[in-house]
């Protein structure tokens, strides 16, 4: 996944239906002898609106909490789209506009407190290690860095195969990337870890060997190629919100015929377009076992 030079400004046509962090605040200088507990949060997605029922399906999103000995107060941080899923998956196609029209940043989201039935309830609310005040000083600036040069969402994981061993054409970046990368840089400032299972939900399509396009420019530019573009558009339009129930079932049927018994798929990934020709079992959600990371060095702070 590319990294950017500085995070651009969103367009005012990028809607959320829920305000992105909205308690937001930045994240404070510990003292250098606090001493931080660190937890592991999971709870299901949108568990706010539909309880455990995407719980079910194992769709679950992640963030980490910090409780500082020193006051008391508690944090919680996470990574999510700025504008929902929907929007990071699939573009719009506006009219007069011949390139699919994105709204796909994600970003970190830090605010105080943590809420206790929100990821006990349906979730996982754990102590996984305690760190110091120093440490959490220097995982902060690392946050800044990786927020401002990691910047667009990207649903999908895209492997040759179900085997645990395959290829994997593209990764996710999505919120428990950032959870997984935050781990990793508090083991390489010294954190030692719990002995507990962490899972993570993936969402995998299933490709043949991608084939590259071009980007924006090269396909829908004034020199573009005028059938591959009408292709992307009309591979995209399926997938554009639905105003009926007719609607939505006659686009599943599309949707079924081009990813399905057509085998194609169109992903946008670090700004380019890549061809996918799918492979069975197509796609599937999977909730996998990702170890708790050790560190790269060792550190004496704790």
Request: glycine share 6%.
């Amino acid at each position: 996944h590319r990294r950017f030079d500085y995070r651009p400004k969103t367009d005012p046509y990028c809607q959320a239906r829920y305000t992105f962090c909205p308690t937001g605040s930045a994240i404070p200088v510990m003292k250098e002898e606090d001493l931080i507990e660190v937890y592991r949060l999971q709870a299901p997605v949108w568990e706010f609106k539909y309880g455990d029922l995407l719980g079910h399906l194992k769709i679950m999103h992640d963030a980490v909490g910090f409780k500082s000995a020193l006051t008391g107060k508690n944090y919680t941080m996470e990574w999510y789209e700025l504008f929902q899923l929907g929007n990071c998956t699939f573009p719009h196609l506006r009219p007069g506009m011949d390139a699919p029209f994105w709204c796909n940043q994600g970003a970190a989201c830090f605010y105080e407190g943590i809420d206790d039935a929100h990821w006990k309830e349906n979730g996982t609310l754990v102590l996984m290690t305690t760190i110091s005040g120093t440490m959490f000083n220097e995982m902060a600036k690392w946050v800044k860095y990786d927020n401002e040069t990691g910047i667009y969402y990207e649903t999908w994981r895209v492997q040759a195969s179900p085997d645990e061993r395959s290829v994997v054409w593209f990764d996710a970046y999505e919120c428990s990337k950032f959870i997984l990368r935050t781990y990793q840089k508090l083991a390489d400032l010294g954190a030692v870890f719990k002995k507990i299972q962490t899972n993570y939900t993936s969402i995998i399509l299933f490709s043949g060997e991608p084939i590259y396009l071009g980007n924006e420019t090269s396909i829908f530019g004034p020199l573009g190629n005028k059938s591959l573009a009408a292709a992307v558009r009309d591979f995209y339009s399926p997938f554009k919100p639905h105003r009926t129930v007719g609607e939505f079932f006659v686009d599943i049927f599309k949707i079924i015929d081009r990813v399905i018994l057509k085998r194609q798929f169109y992903l946008f990934y670090n700004l380019e377009y890549w061809f996918l020709p799918m492979k069975y079992p197509y796609l599937k959600i999977i909730y996998e076992e990702v170890p708790l990371p050790v560190g790269s060095k060792t550190f004496f702070g704790v």
